[in-house]
């Protein structure tokens, strides 16, 4: 009876001897790992025991600064930028139902989770711009987690030091004012001095960028950019307002001078277009927009595809800008960093691990993590403000004006 028993039931390593060596070595390596111990089969990480515990959104107008816990008593820290701060500390606390007990190291994962949870409230500055911040919080903990800068994390740095402005040697500038849908010779050549004094100020050796912060129509644009050529200005900046690439398409067969933009757009998805049409020279990020580390280091790598550098827009407080830099500090095809003192940010809120250099550059961010010390003593005291308002523009007959 047994012997009929096991002819009618062959075993598995019977059946993989048939297949010939290397097969079976496979087949036999398979049950030897097991699939514990077999890493395709162990995707999430189920051999990591940190988990993330608590989310904290605290608001601070116009900003909201983040603070994910672990089990492990690690913290990671993220900002959430430019949106109302109140609605944007609701929608945080809300994402974090998707990420409690989650593995904190699965980032990528993570991100996916919190992008695609919602159909109807994927995308959009608000969603996009909470997740950027929870994203580098994640960051932040897998580097303290490991013990090393993020940008470790990121392949490494690609270079030693990173050039920012506004310095002695690279100045941005505005247009100085809302402007009609076509200019007169008088207010062009207004805007052409503010260019020429800047040029005068930092020099031949020295930069100059123009925003133009889509509040001057596309005909006094083309007006005003075939002016200032001879200038040899590095960029015009938010040429137009985003959202219809065929205004900056037109815009780029007309305007010889570099045009860098990309601000207000959000994720890998809102910058192909730029890319695929050729419409702009230079991009321009924001981590606290994009979606965070995660997308700001897949755009450098589209945008590398196409010979488009990266010029990171970044107008938040040391939190953010610091996570900025570590992206900026890991990618080949970079060209120059937004960057304001920490003190016109809600000042005193942390401590930064870099410093502004004598040549316009500022040196790699230090530490585990993103590297930052956050006082939250002060960011309490700073919660208390709330400076929020609406502030429409409107040019000179009252007619609400883009900027």
């Given amino acids: 009876m047994n012997l009929k028993s096991n002819k009618s039931k062959p075993t598995r390593r019977s059946m993989l001897a048939g297949l010939g060596g290397a097969a079976a070595a496979q087949g036999l390596l398979q049950d030897a790992l097991g699939a514990q111990a077999n890493p395709a089969a162990n995707v999430e990480d189920r051999a990591s025991n940190i988990r993330i515990t608590k989310l904290t959104c605290t608001p601070a107008d116009p900003k909201c600064i983040v603070k994910l816990e672990t089990n492990f008593g690690i913290t990671g820290w993220g900002e959430i930028s430019n949106v109302i701060a109140d609605v944007a500390t609701t929608l945080a606390h809300r994402i974090f139902e998707l990420l409690d007990g989650q593995n904190p190291t699965r980032i990528e994962h993570l991100w996916q989770l919190m992008y695609r949870a919602h159909r109807n409230l994927r995308g959009g500055p608000f969603m996009v711009h909470t997740i950027s911040a929870i994203d580098m919080a994640l ?6 987690l490991w013990n090393v800068p993020i940008y470790r994390l990121l392949g490494g740095p690609t270079r030693d030091k990173i050039r920012v402005y506004h310095t002695d040697k690279a100045r941005k500038i505005g247009s100085g004012g809302l402007w009609p849908f076509s200019g007169t010779p008088a207010e062009i050549d207004a805007v052409v001095e503010r260019v020429k004094q800047a040029r005068e100020l930092v020099g031949n050796d020295g930069a100059v960028m123009f925003d133009a912060h889509c509040n001057m129509p596309p005909p006094m644009l083309i007006q005003f950019a075939n002016r200032i050529e001879p200038y040899e200005v590095l960029w015009i900046e938010e040429a137009a307002v985003y959202g219809n690439i065929e205004i900056f398409k037109r815009l780029r067969e007309k305007i010889n001078v570099p045009l860098a933009t990309g601000e ?4 890998i998805w809102g910058v192909i277009p730029y890319l695929i049409n050729n419409a702009i020279d230079i991009l321009q990020p ?4 994009v979606g965070g580390i995660t997308q700001m280091k897949k755009i450098a790598a589209l945008a ?17 800008m610091t996570a900025s830099l570590h992206v900026a500090a890991s990618i080949p095809y970079f060209l120059i960093h937004e960057g304001y003192s920490p003190d016109n940010r809600l000042p005193g809120l942390a401590k930064r691990s870099w410093s502004l250099r004598d040549d316009g550059h500022v040196t790699l961010p230090e530490g585990p993590g993103i590297g930052v010390e956050v006082d939250e003593a002060r960011l309490a005291e700073l919660s208390k403000e709330r400076s929020f308002k609406w502030h429409p523009q409107f040019v000179s007959d009252g007619s609400v004006a883009d900027y």
Avoid at 139 to 144: P, R, S, Y
Avoid at 264 to 267: Q, V
Wanted: proline share 6%; glycine share 10%; hydrophobic share 30%.
């Fill in 139 to 144: 960051w932040d903990i897998v580097g303290k």
């Fill in 264 to 267: 207000k757009d959000r994720t």
């Fill in 286 to 289: 924001d981590c606290g927009f």
């Fill in 304 to 320: 590398e595809t196409f010979y488009v550098p990266l010029a990171p827009h970044c107008t938040m407080t040391t939190v953010g």
